[in-house]
């Protein structure tokens, strides 16, 4: 019984992978962090919580009054924009790699994202 061995990744694979990879990890454990000291926060201070995501300037103002609420909105941005700071990281390496297929096919996704985003907040 013959066991096939595991593919290395390319020098080009890796120079991807590890930067988003690093995005998303980085990205997740802003939010989770921002969120718990948000709900904390918030159940500190006996407050609710919003049930849609406010402006911006609204954010900052309860941001800067203390307020949990607004760092669960900043948790909840910081979720959103997270996966689309990981694409502008692929992009960013496969140009890097020299692979320009790739980084126009990921550029295009990146456009479908901000377009998206965009429309969601009408």
Same mark, same amino acid.
């Given at each position: ?18 930067? =988003?990879?690093?995005?998303? =990890? ?73 692979? =320009? ?22």
């Amino acid at each position: 019984m013959t066991l096939s061995p595991t593919p290395i990744p390319s020098p080009s694979q890796d120079s991807i992978a590890h930067p =988003t990879a690093r995005v998303l =990890t980085w990205g997740f454990r802003i939010s989770a962090a921002l969120l718990l000291v948000g709900l904390i926060l918030s159940l500190i201070q006996q407050e609710s919580l919003h049930t849609s995501l406010e402006n911006f300037p609204t954010i900052a103002n309860e941001i800067a009054d203390g307020n949990g609420a607004g760092i669960v909105a900043l948790a909840i941005l910081v979720m959103i924009a997270t996966p689309i700071v990981s694409t502008i990281a692929v992009v960013v390496s496969c140009v890097r790699c020299g692979d =320009t297929r790739y980084a126009r096919i990921t550029g295009a996704v990146l456009v479908i994202l901000f377009v998206s985003a965009l429309l969601s907040a009408r």
